[in-house]
């Protein structure tokens, strides 16, 4: 890992954690693909001094979402429809609990490392593995996960017509502040 020694304190302030979401279903024409930003979150890269690996831990607040951007449609979305959606993915979809990440190994790999960890959302926790492409001071890396998964039920409207793709990706891009 190339990243310097020490406690990386991560957040919004450092770069961008987002969501994105894919439409389906018959009437996928009319919904839209789309780009949801987590506003509150906190991570911590913990490296310590060869040989020992580092350790990687997130915080994401569930409420903190906003949509961004909304790909294709019928019509572009409004700050109603923004609200409207951002109201459904916490009654409906996040339940308002916590997200989390909690790394167990961190292996390099060519150009990064891969972060296996535990993910909890929606008060399930469950295994999974990311890469992370790391350079001096940034890390980037995205994730798709199988919302079912976690107990998620992708959302439907239109009498099921329109639906959001079990699968959904996570992007995180962030510029590393010094350690301390």
Same mark, same amino acid.
């Given at each position: 890992?190339?990243?310097?020694?020490?406690?990386? $304190?991560?957040?919004?302030?450092?770069?961008?954690?987002?969501?994105?979401?894919?439409?389906?279903?018959?009437?996928?024409?009319?919904?839209?693909?789309?780009?949801?930003?987590?506003?509150?979150?906190?991570?911590?890269?913990?490296?310590?001094?060869?040989?020992?690996?580092?350790?990687?831990?997130?915080?994401?607040?569930?409420?903190?979402?906003?949509? $961004?951007?909304?790909?294709?449609?019928?019509?572009?979305?409004?700050?109603?429809?923004?609200?409207?959606?951002?109201?459904?993915?916490?009654?409906?979809?996040?339940?308002?609990?916590?997200?989390?990440?909690?790394?167990?190994?961190?292996?390099?790999?060519?150009?990064?490392?891969?972060?296996?960890?535990?993910?909890?959302?929606?008060?399930?926790?469950?295994?999974?593995?990311? $890469?992370?492409?790391?350079?001096?001071?940034?890390?980037?890396?995205?994730?798709?996960?199988?919302?079912?998964?976690?107990?998620?039920?992708?959302?439907?409207?239109?009498?099921?017509?329109?639906?959001?793709?079990?699968?959904?990706?996570?992007?995180?891009?962030?510029?590393?502040?010094?350690?301390?």
């Amino acid at each position: 890992m190339l990243l310097a020694a020490g406690s990386h $304190r991560l957040g919004p302030d450092s770069g961008s954690l987002l969501v994105k979401t894919y439409r389906g279903g018959v009437a996928a024409r009319a919904g839209h693909d789309l780009v949801i930003e987590v506003t509150r979150w906190e991570a911590t890269v913990e490296v310590a001094p060869d040989p020992a690996e580092p350790a990687i831990e997130l915080h994401a607040d569930p409420k903190s979402l906003e949509v $961004r951007a909304g790909v294709g449609g019928a019509k572009p979305l409004t700050d109603r429809d923004r609200g409207e959606i951002r109201k459904t993915i916490d009654a409906k979809v996040l339940r308002g609990q916590p997200i989390g990440f909690r790394s167990t190994a961190v292996r390099p790999v060519d150009g990064g490392v891969v972060a296996d960890g535990e993910l909890t959302i929606v008060g399930t926790t469950r295994p999974v593995s990311v $890469r992370l492409d790391v350079a001096m001071d940034r890390i980037a890396g995205t994730i798709a996960l199988t919302q079912s998964e976690w107990g998620i039920e992708p959302y439907r409207g239109l009498m099921g017509a329109l639906k959001v793709r079990d699968e959904v990706e996570v992007v995180i891009d962030v510029r590393l502040p010094a350690a301390t």
